[in-house]
């Protein structure tokens, strides 16, 4: 059997929604798993999910790529400061959940969330980021290293280029032709009227609104058969997520 590569969109949280997917999907040590970021910040169950996944990687081949959500939480788990913003966005919930934990938990997430990527790049030419990129020359020559978390006209560039526009023609966004693939998470496609990944031209955005009413997924990239949990504010019946109500 072919090894497998399997993307996983934005968890914020959700712990049950993560294990549920991931026995879904079947996941054995030759598969590789890519976490397109936000794995913090809606669900209660954020230190869950990265004491989870902290295991799980010395088991399985795992690359984690940052959101703005890990970003977020890694400042506030070193500096103990937190940011307005953060705190509407899921932060609130993330705080509570470090309220009991040591600081040696909280230096080893601090050290996790250092080390995730910014984007990766794979040996087929796929890339791998959690929101996008603005350079024409492709995201190693991005002047804002926020664009890689913060990021949404990559998405917008993809679904506004006509199906019938040719690959060659002077009018293909260049951004996207640095690439065979990209699979982004950050922008929920429920914006987009839809709970499950959107394809557009060659890129891919596999979150399907996990912090809201939405599902969290998993995508193999080579067949792209994909897999999903429960819409994920029924595995937290007590709890708001991120919808405001
Ligand atoms: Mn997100």
Redesign the pocket.
Known sequence: MKKRTIVI??I?GGYKALTQLLERVEITTDDTLIFL??LV??WSESYEVVEYLLELESTHNCMFIK???DLYCEYWLDTGKSNQNWHEHGGAATKIGYIDKTKADKKSHTAFFRRMKYYHIDEEQRLFI?AGFTSLHGPEKEQYESNYIWDRTLLEVAIATDERLAINSPRYPKRLKHFKEIYI????TQGYGSDKPIHAANLWDI?TG??FKGRLTAMDIDTKETWQSEPVYLLYPKEKGRNKI
């Not at 998470?185 to 929920?188: A, I, L, S």
């Open positions: 969109g934005d914020h970021g936000d910040d809606g959101g703005n959500h959690h998470g950050h922008t929920p979150d996990a912090a």
